[in-house]
Every structure is written in C-alpha cells, then in structure tokens.
C-alpha cells in the first residue's frame, strides 16, 4: 500500500499511536487546569496562560489524532465504535480552545462587565470541558478495548506445571474435515463447506487460510472477516490490505495449505 500521506507512518509506525497518548494526557490535563483557574480567581495570574496554551496544543492533537486514524483504518479497517468517539472529538476540543480563549481575553477585563461574561464564558468552559474528557475517555477505551480486548479476555493468565498437567484431563479433539490424500492441497468445495462464524475458512492468492480465530480479534470488526468464509477472498483483501507487510504476515500465521485439485 502507497504511502497515504503525512499523518500515516513515522520509522514504518502508524502516527496514530504516538499522537492517541498526546491527546489522553494533554485534553485532561488543560481541563483540570481550565476549572482550576476558573473557579478560584487566585491561581489566574500564574496559570491561566498555561492552561489555555494546553487546550490549543491538545485541540490540535485531536486534530492530528482524527486524521491520522482515518490512515490507519486505510491500512487495518475500521474500529467503528472507535472511530465514532475519535470523530467526535476534535470539534469538541477546537470549541474548547476558542472558548478559552475568549475566557481569557474576558478575564484581564478589570471591568464588572468583562467579569460577567468572564464568569459565563468560564461556565461554559467547565462544561465544554467535561464533555471533551468524556469523549477522550470513550475513544481511549474503544480502542484500546477493539485492539486488545479479546487478546487479553482469551489469554489463560495460569501458569500450568507438568504436573498440573498431567493431572488435567485430555481435552476432547475438535472435529475437523477429514484431510485429503495431500493435506497441503485443498479444493474449492471444502473451503466453502466451511463458510460459517463457527469455521470460516477463505482463499487468498491461491492459499487457503483458516481465519476462524481472527473473527473476534480482527480490528475492524467481526463483520469483514465473515464476509470472506467460504469464498475467494483475495479482491477484498487486495483492497484493504494490499502491500501491507503487518496483514500479510498476520494472514500467514492462519495458512492451511494451497487451494487446488487434491491428489485421488
């Protein structure tokens, strides 16, 4: 896949990833600091400059954060529940910092109207605030939870000792299609006997891959991978992931052999 411009990589990385903890510390941060100068008049003079200096860095950050995850979900799919809270955001945060500010301009006012409004505007700060941590938060976890959240609901965190295992029953065996005379060859008839959520087998350039278990762990969802089992699925994953060198080698780890006329 081409390079999709200045918010996708930096050192091969997605930008998303770096710019995602820039956002989760800074947006909260410049809340708190925010609420602090408007509620108590004492601490303005020393950190009310600081304060509406965080809410631009981080309005920008979200910016930055928004954009370069559009160039990830290019690259991986789409998080949907993620990407809803992360387009959410900027608007949100921008409004924060232009609130902001206003407050301060309102605030240096030694007059009892600038006070007022001062007192309002820095109401509506307090609110506006809330909100865009709320959301920080929501997006933060979505992802987090779309990138890790079945790897670490289905990792057994026990440590089994030989003889806690050989003390443990064997596990019944999985059924399986029976294998043919070539097992590495397999034909188009039994990949799309098996086109179900419960095996869900697909071809991709001429191979056959088993991608039952990425349905739960795929990034963008469950529905993508469920709409490759049984068939050849190798235009939509050109299409997602072509030249990708990270879904490549993700799709080897599931390979079962070539797709072809098994031996008689």
Not at 1 to 10: K, Q, R
Not at 120 to 149: E, F, K, N, Q, R
């Amino acid at each position: 896949m081409d390079d999709l411009g200045v918010f996708d990589l930096v050192t091969g990385l997605p930008v998303h990833v770096f710019v995602t903890h820039a956002v989760v510390v800074l947006l909260p941060l410049a809340v708190v600091l925010l609420i602090l100068v408007v509620a108590f008049p004492r601490l303005r003079q020393n950190y009310r400059y600081p304060a509406v200096g965080l809410a631009i860095i981080g309005a920008l950050s979200a910016i930055v954060a928004e954009q370069s995850g559009e160039a990830l979900e290019a690259r991986v799919g789409v998080a949907e529940e993620h990407s809803e809270w992360g387009e959410m955001l900027p608007p949100v945060a921008v409004a924060l910092a232009v609130l902001s500010v206003i407050w301060l301009i309102f605030s240096r006012m030694s007059s009892s109207r600038g006070k007022i409004l001062a007192a309002v505007i820095g109401g509506i700060v307090v609110i506006v605030g809330i909100v865009a941590v709320v959301i920080t938060v929501l997006a933060g976890h979505s992802g987090a939870d779309a990138t890790w959240g079945v790897r670490v609901s289905e990792t057994d965190t026990a440590v089994v000792g030989p003889a806690d295992e050989a003390a443990m029953p064997e596990a019944p065996a999985e059924e399986a299609p029976a294998p043919s005379a070539d097992a590495s060859v397999l034909s188009m008839e039994t990949v799309a006997m098996n086109d179900s959520e419960d095996s869900c087998w697909s071809v991709i350039n001429g191979n056959v891959y088993d991608l039952t278990d990425w349905i739960s762990s795929h990034p963008g969802g469950a529905s993508r991978i469920l709409g490759l089992c049984g068939i050849d699925g190798t235009s939509q994953f050109e299409g997602q992931h072509g030249g990708s060198a990270s879904a490549e080698g993700t799709l080897e780890s599931y390979l079962l052999g070539a797709i072809g006329d098994p031996a008689p």
